[in-house]
């Protein structure tokens, strides 16, 4: 069975996650805002709508900024690195990087971060999310519990692992080397990450949100887990284990 994917109404979800997780950390969504890895402008395209914000969209992808430009028409569009942006400092009142980090290797983590910092304004936000490495489905090809194998096993495992991956039943099957294209964190790395990128305010969302209301979950099987272990009266066990395998979300302060 293969899964389609509708990455219109994915982005339009995961923007109302980002307004949401923005809202409760007291920042109203005006003036100048940054997509930093903007993809294919989905997200952008309903922060549009949902925001009175002037949106700048940057990718390091010429491609994807072509799309993004056609799906999110009324910003400006940007290719660039995100270690090295082409902006002064201090300039945007938010930034938006979903799910940027996944796809940036370790060793340039610090310097997209430390990037999105420089250009953000005093008291301005910045939100982040990754990929968790402890969630029950890697997110990319939903094949169970593959990184929470030991690293150096996933290039050998993908190819055995991929051919169950409902993703890769659309099309031909990918011919890549997983642990070069994709890095997993944990929660205690994004830590260290974003203190060693000089944030010192920083919040960690979303695994407490989606226990307080499990039909926020996308997962199904997730999503009856915690309705299950709420029905037993063990909501503060289902806390801790959403954090555990929750993607991750941080917003940060600059100041």
């Known amino acids: 069975m293969s899964v389609a994917i509708d990455w ?20 109203i969504l005006d003036e100048l805002l940054l997509d930093l890895g903007c993809g294919q402008g989905h997200i952008t395209q309903a922060l549009l709508a949902k925001t009175s914000c002037k949106i700048i969209c940057a990718d390091i992808s010429l491609n994807l900024l072509e799309v993004s430009r056609t799906n999110a028409p009324g910003c400006e569009f940007i290719q660039c690195d995100g270690g090295f942006l082409p902006f002064r400092d201090s300039v945007f009142k938010t930034i ?45 090809w939903l094949i169970p519990f593959f990184t929470w194998t030991p690293r150096f096993m996933w ?3 993908f190819p055995l692992a991929v051919r169950f991956s409902p993703i890769a039943k659309k099309g031909p099957r990918p011919n890549i080397r997983y642990s070069q294209h994709y890095f997993p964190y944990t929660r205690k ?6 203190e060693g990128s000089r944030f010192v305010d920083m919040t960690s969302l979303y695994a407490r949100e989606k226990v307080s209301d499990p039909d926020y979950i996308g997962s ?20 801790v284990l959403a954090k555990k395998v929750s993607v991750l979300v941080f917003v940060c302060v600059k100041n």
């Open 220 to 239: 199904k099987r997730t999503r009856a887990v915690v309705k299950f272990l709420q029905s037993l009266k063990l909501t503060p066990l289902a806390l």
């Open 8 to 27: 219109k109404m994915r982005g339009e979800r995961r923007a109302v996650e980002v307004i949401t997780a923005l809202e409760q950390n007291d920042h």
């Open 96 to 140: 938006v990087s979903n799910d940027v980090l996944e796809h940036t290797p370790y060793e340039n983590g610090v310097r997209l971060v430390t990037e999105a910092r420089r250009v953000t304004t005093y008291n301005g936000k910045v939100y982040l999310s990754a990929m968790n490495r402890w969630e029950i489905l890697e997110p990319h």
């Open 155 to 157: 290039d050998r495992f």
């Open 189 to 194: 790395m994004m830590e260290d990450l974003l």
